[in-house]
């Protein structure tokens, strides 16, 4: 079964605006990562937020978790173009370490 | 700041030949992990290895992989007689303990003729 899944598959925004993402997931799971690719290079670690926390933050990023919904938001305030990349959650099971990855959301920011 | 480095970042082979790609994780994490990421598609755990043994392996890590860690700071992923479908971007990361931050590598882009 797919976990961590991204929407919205692509985003694009001006410079200045504020882009959300959100992922859903199937499974109970111990944490839920968000992550930055920039293409074709590597994976960027942001954020980690844990089941039994609701918000986090770390500076012009905000992280939401709902584990009712089995759904979190990532938002990115004031973007830059520098934050053009691809960026996707990850979650670790409750029953493993592994990270399971959603297909990623694609954000532009337009200058 | 401390980074997993890997190399080398780009390798060509052809089909059948073996591969050897290796990872040097933050030097005080004890877990590592193998995910590779193929064209266009998300990424996928390959296996984690905790204390010199394998934790967990998924279904596409079959019987032509292993990992091994030979020494205190290397850490590779082998490939015993490659595919053209195993050509991918392949990730190594690190982390202190099984529920914290992973921290990747930049990736080697294996290309399989």
């Known amino acids: 079964s797919q976990q961590g899944e991204e929407d919205p598959q692509a985003l694009s925004i001006q410079e200045g605006e504020n882009a959300t993402m959100n992922c859903s997931y199937k499974?109970?799971?111990?944490?839920l990562q968000w992550y930055r690719q920039n293409s074709g290079r590597g994976l960027v670690h942001l954020i980690l937020?844990?089941?039994n926390e609701r918000e986090k933050h770390s500076g012009r990023l905000r992280v939401t978790l709902d584990t009712s919904k089995k759904s979190s938001s990532l938002l990115i305030t004031a973007s830059r173009a520098a934050d053009t990349a691809s960026y996707f959650c990850?979650?670790?099971?409750?029953?493993?370490?592994?990270?399971?990855w959603g297909a990623g959301t694609k954000l532009i920011i337009k200058p | 700041e401390p980074e997993v480095t890997q190399t080398p970042s780009h390798q060509v082979t052809q089909m059948g030949q073996e591969v050897i790609l290796r990872c040097v994780p933050i030097?005080?994490?004890?877990?590592f992990y193998w995910y590779r990421q193929i064209l266009g598609q998300k990424v996928e755990f390959l296996v984690s290895?905790?204390?010199?043994?394998?934790?967990?392996k998924s279904e596409i890590f079959d019987d032509q992989f292993s990992v091994e860690r030979p020494d205190g700071s290397n850490f590779t992923l082998k490939i015993r007689s490659t595919k053209l479908e195993d050509s991918a971007m392949y990730f190594c990361?690190?982390?202190?303990?099984?529920?914290?931050?992973?921290?990747f590598g930049p990736g080697t882009r294996l290309t399989v003729l």
């Open positions: 030097s005080n994490h004890l877990y």
């Open positions: 990361a690190s982390s202190y303990s099984s529920y914290n931050e992973q921290f």
């Open positions: 937020i844990r089941s």
């Open positions: 290895f905790y204390n010199n043994e394998i934790s967990e």
């Open positions: 499974t109970s799971i111990n944490n």
């Open positions: 990850a979650t670790v099971p409750d029953s493993n370490y592994q990270l399971i």
